[in-house]
């Protein structure tokens, strides 16, 4: 359960959107994230139109309403009547848990949140908001309204060491007496401090002192000496700020109770800090350095240590025996193989290893040098390696880029076999983060998951083969982060890995909240999952969990995960790292083996998604200007026919038995499909005509990455059995930002409400059609954005395994109109950062 769920929740009621909205930023700067406050504003799409829906209330009630229960707070007259008819609605479970109050929205949500944020009980929290003008009309000199009718229950319980009379006869300041403490009493403790704020004890900071009061095991009150108001319990904001204290007032700090010393003294400290609101900000605040790129799910918490690589500087003298040295580097490729199949056995990984030990674009190329330029083994392969980076280096495809790491790590391998030296190690010490510029596979698969917390990766992405070892090995991490993470490590650092945040030198209430959250993550992932594939709703609705696989060691860990079938599996690991394309009866063996793990469950696969940026050696493509929107997924398959239909034989043979669905990439028109499922036919009629055993028919459906065809869906929904939703290049073409960009991850982000505006587009046409929708994209595998996917009424997310747990958990604990008012709100706000805090206050 996060922080916000255990505390009381908000709704604010209001016949305006934008006063809503206005409202709950202004709590927001007091509270931080602290509280789960919902909008139910506004009429219409969107609350475009002035008015209220007790449906949508409904919602937002369901959203708030954990244990401790939901304060609602409301504008105007036929407000109170819809929320009143919202609470009809309902589960009786959840009307038990609400009060409706008469306060006032604006000062009431503000009170009301910093008492639910300092953890006062769902009455003491109704009363606050009750009683938000009490300390304007004292200031005024006015009399304050009596205590709002509508509220429910009726009276509510006193609010703790304030008498109910000084809320009931507002007309005078508040003020609460303690009684005067005894031998026998408990620990007493008092303090008389100067208030230095320029601004005084105004909002902001009286917030402060009411979060900070509630730490602590006392009864706290603040009495302003200088004019003579008080006592007041430091436990209200409304109390608080009735004092009107100023700078350089004399505060009298009182407290009994087992932690009373230790209340005064850091009250005491807040009161004389000048200008604390601005030093030390919201108290739920978390400092947040930055958004890097998801790689590993999970949270680490921990210092910086950085990954040390070790190697002797490589000799450039000239040799006398060229042979000599070719036979030197011979037996280095040797060492080198045994040593990667050791750290890489059983892993996909190896074969692309040990294929570029094998390479003569490295191996030939360095012996040519050798015998050229009579140089050294390690001179000459070192050569070899660094042209064949930069190779990489050039493409503008992440995935084929990330391969750089690859061809690194063979070439350290090689050299540590030529000159000596060990392999990249951690310093001693305590377990902590690792710190690693483009982490190779070795060094991914050599890390010890009990010292490793988790990795940051300074260059890298979610598509390199390290990456894949550290979801394999459920280590969190996140990539691309050279510009928020220090090049020497000995600092405290915090990660998400599964939404990319990072945080330097986190401040001791976000290390706390973090550590809640890992704490509740290990307590999750070490309760027994019968997931079955699904993930069941609070309310009763269910959501299909699917994989991503690229391999055969990947499908047997989604089989293990529970997976229920794989909603993805990426072809391109038969084509890349080769010098010649696959013959079709090898591709048939080697999806034959992943089906079989499968064997009973659904399993859809892509066919070749490359070209372009993806370039295959073999195929002879032509270099272009901007590869991303060139020839590439279905353009390059209906350009090559041949290779095509060896493909789709290959699927239709080694699909016999199982339930196979072939999925069409980077469609942008119906003729695509068309032409597609044509040649679908043609290697049916051409297996028919030669007696061999195939799976027909087969649903043929699209991946939905282009804009173009988000927007024809309800077209293409007439050729498509299905649809997935790619998010990664939907989320790129959409924004018109590389999703691999290294200064881009914040703009491309699948939560950005014109993506999922597209998506929405998406869900509508499939369910008008009846086709099913699902999301294989990273989107799918996010916790924060998993469940506004469900919300948009997607059934069907596709993910990396590792990544079940933590979106069942964000899941589960939700009902559908409680994610789908969530969407709603994600769809009505300007950027990624605001929908994804808008599925935040779900929780």
């Known amino acids: 359960m996060s922080a916000a769920a255990s505390r009381v929740g908000l709704v604010l009621v209001s016949h305006s959107r934008a ?68 609470l009809e609605l309902v589960d009786p479970s959840f009307a038990a848990r609400t009060r409706l109050t008469g306060g006032p929205l604006v000062e009431g949500a503000v009170a009301a949140a910093v008492r639910a944020a300092s953890g006062g009980a769902l009455d003491q929290v109704a009363a606050e908001a009750r009683q938000a003008l009490a300390a304007k009309a004292a200031q005024l000199g006015e009399a304050a309204p009596p205590a709002g009718a509508a509220d429910a229950p009726a009276p509510a319980a006193p609010l703790a060491g304030a008498p109910v009379a000084a809320f009931a006869a507002p007309a005078a300041p508040l003020a609460a007496t303690p009684a005067a403490p005894s031998a026998a009493a408990a620990p007493f403790a008092s303090a008389d401090v100067t208030l230095a704020d320029p601004s005084g004890l105004h909002a902001r900071p009286a917030a402060q002192l009411v979060a900070r009061a509630a730490s602590f095991d006392a009864a706290i009150t603040v009495e302003d000496l200088t004019t003579g108001l008080g006592p007041v319990p430091a436990s209200s904001l409304i109390a608080l700020s009735s004092l009107g204290a100023r700078r350089g007032d004399v505060l009298r700090l009182r407290a009994t109770g087992r932690e009373a010393a230790d209340a005064v003294a850091a009250l005491a400290a807040l009161v004389a800090l000048p200008g604390r609101e601005a030093a030390a900000g919201p108290p739920a605040a978390r400092a947040v350095s930055g958004r890097a790129i998801p790689v590993a799910p999970g949270i680490a918490l921990g210092p910086l240590v950085r990954l040390t690589r070790s190697l002797p500087p490589i000799p450039e003298a000239a040799v006398d025996d060229p042979a ?28 692309a290893h040990q294929a570029l030990l094998a390479d003569p674009a490295l191996v030939g190329a360095a012996v040519e040098r050798i015998e050229r330029d009579r140089c050294t083994a390690a001179w000459a392969f070192g050569q070899a390696i660094e042209a064949a980076v930069s190779i990489y280096q050039q493409l503008d495809n992440p995935y084929l880029r990330a391969r750089e790491a690859d061809v690194r790590d063979v070439g350290d391998a090689v050299l540590r076999a030529l000159l000596g030296g060990a392999a990249a190690a951690l310093p001693e010490g305590p377990p902590a983060i690792v710190v690693a510029d483009d982490l190779t596979p070795s060094e991914a698969a050599r890390l010890d998951a009990s010292r490793v917390l988790g990795v940051i990766d300074r260059r890298g992405g979610p598509s390199s083969h390290a990456a894949i070892l550290l979801r394999g090995a459920g280590i969190p991490a996140v990539a691309g982060a050279a510009a928020l993470v220090p090049e020497a490590g000995g600092a405290q650092a915090a990660l998400d890995g599964a939404t990319g945040e990072i945080w330097i030198d986190p401040d001791p209430r976000t290390a706390e909240e973090l550590a809640r959250r890992q704490a509740a993550s290990r307590a999750a992932r070490g309760r027994p999952r019968a997931r079955a594939g699904r993930v069941r709703l609070a309310c009763g609705r269910e959501i299909e969990l699917w994989a991503n696989v690229a391999g055969l060691s990947d499908a047997r860990a989604a089989r293990e995960a529970g997976a229920l079938g794989i909603g993805l599996l990426r072809t391109e690991m038969l084509f890349l790292d080769r010098r010649e394309a696959p013959g079709e009866d ?258």
């Open 586 to 843: 090898e591709q048939a063996e080697l999806l034959a083996q992943i089906f079989a793990v499968f064997a009973g469950a659904p399993i859809v696969v892509r066919t070749l998604d490359a070209g372009g940026d993806k370039a295959l050696a073999y195929l002879d493509l032509e270099a272009e200007a901007n590869p991303s929107l060139g020839v590439r997924g279905v353009r390059l398959s209906l350009a090559r026919p041949a290779l095509l239909e060896a493909q789709l034989r290959a699927t239709l043979v080694a699909a016999r038995g199982h339930d196979v669905r072939v999925m069409i990439p980077m469609v942008s028109t119906a003729a695509e499909v068309t032409a597609v499922r044509a040649a679908l036919e043609r290697a049916h009629e051409a297996l028919d005509a030669a007696g061999r055993p195939h799976l027909w028919p087969v649903p043929a459906g699209i991946m939905v990455e282009v804009p173009a065809a988000a927007l024809m869906a309800e077209r293409l929904a007439r050729r498509a059995d299905f649809f997935s939703v790619g998010t990664n290049d939907l989320t790129q073409y959409t924004l018109a930002a590389e999703r691999g960009h290294p200064r881009l991850h914040a703009l491309a982000d699948p939560a950005h409400p014109a993506v999922l505006r597209l998506v929405r587009a998406v869900v509508e046409a499939g369910l008008a059609a009846a086709r099913p929708v699902s999301v294989c994209g990273e989107a799918a595998g996010d916790p924060q954005v998993a469940p506004l996917l469900a919300g948009l009424g997607v059934t069907r997310l596709s993910m990396c395994a590792s990544a079940f747990d933590a979106v069942e958990d964000a899941l589960a604990a939700a009902s559908f109109a409680a994610l789908a008012a969530a969407a709603e709100e994600a769809l009505a706000v300007d950027d990624a950062a605001s929908a994804r805090a808008a599925m935040r206050r779900t929780g």
């Open 324 to 351: 000599a040295e070719v036979e030197r580097l011979r037996r280095a490729l040797a060492q080198a193989a045994q040593d990667l199949g050791s750290a890489l056995r059983g892993s996909d990984i190896l074969e």
């Open 19 to 86: 006063l809503a909205e206005a409202t709950v930023a202004l709590a927001r700067q007091m509270t931080g994230d602290a509280v789960a406050i919902a909008c139910a504003a506004g009429a219409g799409e969107g609350g475009a139109e002035l008015g209220t829906d007790a449906v949508a209330i409904a919602a937002a009630i369901e959203r708030v309403c954990g244990p401790a229960g939901a304060v609602v707070l409301m504008d105007l007259g036929s407000a109170i009547l819809s929320a009143e008819t919202a």
